[in-house]
């Protein structure tokens, strides 16, 4: 993804750590303390916030992943002392080294009340020291289990305060300028439709319908990750796939290919020379009113209206994202496709005051008008009762097709074996396959995807 899509999420630029009144570094050359069972305590404290809380006369501790939310996140802490009287320390890990900077952090006094886990490595990594958050007051404030972690008895061990989604932006008022509005588009059907009529009237309209579908480095992961996930989501829902499998059927790759010749024939880009063509080419078409559809992320929406680094500034009421459709089934009710790293875990091996302060402190966060505006700000789409309307737009269709009820299209990439050696393989085979369509050179696609997958999965399990 971008922002580091294997990753994903955040570059970490800044290392602060501040206390109530009082400034504190963290030394990143002590010995990292491992999650050892064996030092967890006999009885582990137990949550009893099961209502709105009252204050509590512990202190919070907050290990913060996201760098650019750090200077949020201390306004924050601060106006929570102020209320309650409670301390809150929020401490931004240096850039890299977040898991470092935790193990650290962990084997001292006074550790993180509250801390970052992103995914099932994590959770194996730092179970013992995870409360079950089951029936805590923030944990029923949430409108979605979807992006939550849970072991293996079910028990909510970290929520998921944000997430982040991609799929196709749309510019509404260029699509609009065409004759068509988002109510037109509902499916693969009728985004093929809508896409075809754009480019056969491109010269006349003075845009086309796609940007180019760049196979460079800068933009090829927007296909061999993020497109690929379709027909990982869907074999995988049917399969009623989990964890990581060792091999894959390709059953929606038919689905694939049909949404990469709907890329590569609707545009302007000439489809031969994709595999030089860059990320930053594809958002200048996009940015500049060239084309109406551009795949990629939330991620996105400062670079469009923030930023006019590449020539221009976008107005965000004239954008929109709507779902990638590829021709399955029910896709009328498919969402964006959302996944996040961004969970909150609370130290099971704090005090029990702590502890209290901790669940307390994030029940304020979720549901007062101060946390709930910072979250909307800062973090964007947030899974909570009380989220406000985000600044950016796409984090705000998320929203809107979750609130819906429609399926959210999870991040099935994330269990890719070998990621870089897999997805360098489907690029080579999607850029041959680009210059010349044929369905021998499909299959080789097909061979990429499927075979690739087990090859991969064997270097990388053995």
């Known amino acids: ?29 002590e010995a990292p303390v491992a999650g050892d069972p064996t030092t967890a305590p006999e009885e582990t404290p137990e949550a009893t916030n099961t209502e709105a809380p009252a204050t509590a006369s512990g202190s919070v501790y907050y290990l913060n992943f996201k760098p650019e939310a750090d200077a949020a996140w201390q306004e924050l802490a601060a106006t929570y002392t102020e209320q309650t009287g409670v301390p809150v320390k929020v401490v931004t890990a240096a850039s890299g080294t977040y898991s470092d900077t935790l193990n650290a952090q962990m084997g001292k006094d006074g550790a993180p009340t509250l801390f970052q886990c992103g995914n ?82 491109s010269a006349e309209l003075g845009f086309d319908a796609f940007t180019s579908a760049g196979l460079e480095g800068s933009s090829s992961w927007r296909y061999s990750g993020h497109l690929a996930n379709m027909p990982l989501f869907y074999e995988f829902r049917d399969d009623g796939v989990t964890e990581q499998p060792a091999t894959i ?44 559809f551009y795949q990629n992320g939330s991620w996105e929406y400062a670079n469009l209206v923030l930023s ?101 299209v999870s991040w099935a990439f994330n269990h890719t074996p070998n990621v870089d050696s897999w997805r360098a393989g489907v690029v080579t085979a999607l850029a041959a396959y680009s210059a010349d369509p044929t369905d021998a050179n499909w299959e080789a696609v097909k061979t990429a995807f499927v075979d690739g997958w087990a090859i991969e999965y064997t270097a990388q399990n053995g």
């Open 1 to 29: 993804m971008k922002k580091g899509l294997a990753i994903l999420l955040a570059a970490m630029m800044v290392l602060a750590c501040v206390g109530c009144n009082t400034n504190e570094a963290i030394d990143p050359t």
């Open 120 to 201: 099932a490595q994590g959770l194996a990594d730092w179970n013992d020291y995870m409360l079950d958050l089951t029936d805590t007051a923030v944990y029923k404030e949430m409108t979605t289990d979807e992006y939550n972690l849970h072991d293996e008895t079910g028990a909510v061990k970290a929520i998921a305060y944000c997430y982040e989604s991609f799929g196709i932006i749309v510019n509404t008022a260029l699509l609009e300028q065409a004759g068509y509005t988002l109510d037109d588009i509902t499916n693969f059907e009728t985004l093929k439709a809508v896409a075809d009529d754009i480019h056969a009237r």
């Open 308 to 408: 006019d680094d590449l020539g221009f500034k976008m107005n965000p009421e004239d954008l929109a994202m709507i779902p990638i459709y590829c021709g399955v089934e029910g896709e009328e009710t498919a969402g964006l496709c959302s996944g996040t790293e961004n969970c909150w875990a609370v130290n099971s091996q704090a005090s029990e005051e702590d502890i209290q302060a901790t669940l307390d402190f994030l029940y304020w966060v979720v549901t007062s008008d101060e946390g709930t505006q910072m979250l909307a700000d800062n973090l964007g789409a947030v899974s909570f009762k009380n989220a406000k309307v985000p600044s950016n737009v796409f984090c705000a269709d998320a929203q809107e097709y979750a609130a819906a009820g429609n399926y959210n």
């Open 249 to 292: 059927k390709g059953t929606y790759l038919d689905n694939f290919r049909q949404v990469w010749d709907l890329y590569i024939t609707d545009s302007a880009a000439d489809p031969t020379s994709l595999s030089t063509a860059t990320g930053n080419e594809a958002e200048a078409e996009f940015g500049q009113g060239k084309a109406v």
